[in-house]
Every structure is written in structure tokens, then in C-alpha cells.
């Protein structure tokens, strides 16, 4: 049993940078693979970042790719969400989600549906 918090979301001027972080709760953390997902006002859950159990390997959205990066800390039993070069289309309230499966590939971590715990979801407003 996993338990995720996200936190780090706020207000942020396009250009701006925020660090969103997922404090996870359960032992089995370092063996879950991890992602990000966010949803926008009136808009479908979609995917943002993803990364492997150990941290090895990460996967991210087209839209996000070379703005974002995606780490853990598995000593911290922490996954972030590092945010650069913001813009308004990035507004969303961002998710932090567990995979448990241990042998999923990390290119299959885009789907939503492979993951067992989601957290509460942290609010990102970029302002023009």
C-alpha cells in the first residue's frame, strides 16, 4: 500500500521554473516505477513524465520533452518534477502516480491505466 502527496504547485509567470515533489509513503517504494500526469480545466488526464524503478531510465510527453525532468530519490522516498521554461498550456493540476508492476516497460508508463496509486494533485497556474 502506497500513499502519494504531491506539493510545489503554485503561481508562476510563463518562462518561470517550479520543482513539484511526490512524497511517497509504503516500503515497497524504490521497486514501483513512478509518473507524473496532469489535467487541464475541461480536458482529459494526460501524461506527462515517467521514470523507472531505479531511476535508470525516464520517458516524457512530446510537449514537455526538454522543458521537464523527471527524478527520485529513493532513499527520501521522493519523486520530482522539475519545471523549466514554463507556459500558459502547462496549467493543470499535476498528479504523482505509482506503478507497482515491476516489470513494466518505462515507454509503457504514458498509459494511465497501468498505475495502482495516485496522489491528490497539486495546482500549476502559469500566468502570460
Known amino acids: 500500500q502506497v500513499q502519494l502527496v504531491e506539493s510545489g504547485g503554485g503561481l508562476v509567470q510563463a518562462g518561470g521554473s517550479l520543482r513539484l515533489s511526490c512524497a511517497a509513503s509504503?516500503?515497497?517504494?524504490?521497486?514501483?516505477?513512478m509518473g507524473w500526469f496532469r489535467q487541464a480545466p475541461g480536458k482529459e488526464r494526460e501524461f506527462v513524465a515517467a521514470i523507472s524503478w531505479s531511476g535508470g531510465s525516464t520517458y516524457y510527453a512530446d510537449s514537455v520533452k526538454g522543458r521537464f525532468a523527471i527524478s527520485r530519490d529513493n532513499a527520501n522516498n521522493t519523486v520530482y518534477l522539475q519545471m523549466n521554461s514554463l507556459r500558459p498550456e502547462d496549467t493543470a493540476v499535476y498528479y504523482c502516480?505509482?506503478?507497482?508492476?515491476?516489470?513494466?516497460?518505462?515507454?509503457?508508463?504514458?498509459?494511465?491505466?497501468?498505475?495502482?496509486?495516485w496522489g491528490q494533485g497539486t495546482q500549476v497556474t502559469v500566468s502570460s
Open positions: 509504503g516500503r515497497t517504494f524504490s521497486s514501483y516505477a
Open positions: 502516480a505509482a506503478d507497482s508492476d515491476s516489470t513494466v516497460q518505462t515507454m509503457c508508463l504514458w498509459y494511465i491505466y497501468e498505475y495502482d496509486y
